[in-house]
């Protein structure tokens, strides 16, 4: 019978690392904790379809550097849909029915594919175990405040920029990301990303509140974010 060692986070594993990425994980991994490289999210919040803001609760499979799939119920009875937006092997998709049945939403092809794929770079640091010593990320520094995480996701390395409080809270990140807005063609915009709060499960410190949106100014957004979530659970499978 084979065993698998599991790597477990030490304080030197930061020794490398930004002085920003360096107090974030830091406070964010107790020492000793499993590097973990999936986690399985709950949540709950408000998405914005056109101009109305409409409740959801979704699960969330992500796996940093590889894949995502994000499945929800979003709006209120009668008229909810449910569905999912990934990316797995490479290959994006978003596929959405109205009560199960009827398809409001399905797309996939390269732009799709390339616009998840920027989630996935984004979202990694939802898991920061996955941010240490992984392959597919690499780190620079800007100032005191900001670092670089350089996430590779297939063949496309995707810069992802973290903002740190002094105290090792991770505030905001930004990113240029491929993207359709508001019916216009797809190209690459400012995808920006608030957290709030804080929670702990299994030595692992993630955000409690998460707000995103297009059109990042640094201060916010152009035209105000469209998605806002409370994480309620989190696990972390072997």
């Not at 408000?46 to 550097?65: K, M, S």
């Not at 996935?120 to 100032?143: C, F, I, K, N, Y």
């Not at 930004?174 to 608030?194: A, E, I, N």
Request: hydrophobic residues 40%; contains cysteine; proline residues 7%.
């Amino acid at each position: 019978m084979s065993t698998t060692t599991v790597a477990r986070f030490d304080p030197a594993h930061l020794d490398d690392v930004p002085a920003p990425a360096h107090r974030w994980l830091a406070r964010a991994i107790a020492p000793g904790t499993p590097l973990h490289r999936r986690v399985e999210l709950t949540m709950e919040g408000e998405i914005r379809l056109g101009d109305r803001w409409q409740p959801f609760h979704a699960h969330q499979t992500h796996v940093p550097g590889e894949r995502f799939r994000w499945s929800a119920t979003a709006g209120r009875f009668p008229a909810r849909i449910n569905g999912f937006d990934r990316y797995e092997y490479g290959v994006g998709e978003m596929r959405w029915k109205l009560y199960g049945v009827i398809p409001v939403l399905t797309a996939t092809g390269p732009d799709v594919t390339r616009s998840a794929a920027g989630r996935l770079a984004g979202e990694s640091l939802l898991l920061p175990t996955a941010m240490v010593g992984a392959p597919w990320v690499t780190w620079r520094s800007v100032d005191d405040e900001q670092a670089v995480a350089e996430v590779r996701i297939g063949s496309e390395t995707i810069p992802v920029t973290v903002h740190v409080a002094p105290d090792g809270r991770l505030l905001r990140c930004h990113q240029s990301r491929w993207g359709q807005v508001d019916g216009k063609p797809y190209g690459m915009r400012t995808f920006g990303v608030t957290f709030d709060g804080e929670w702990t499960r299994h030595g692992v410190s993630l955000a409690r509140r998460i707000t995103a949106g297009w059109g990042w100014t640094g201060d916010g957004w152009e035209d105000g974010p469209f998605f806002r979530a409370e994480l309620l659970d989190a696990a972390f499978p072997s």
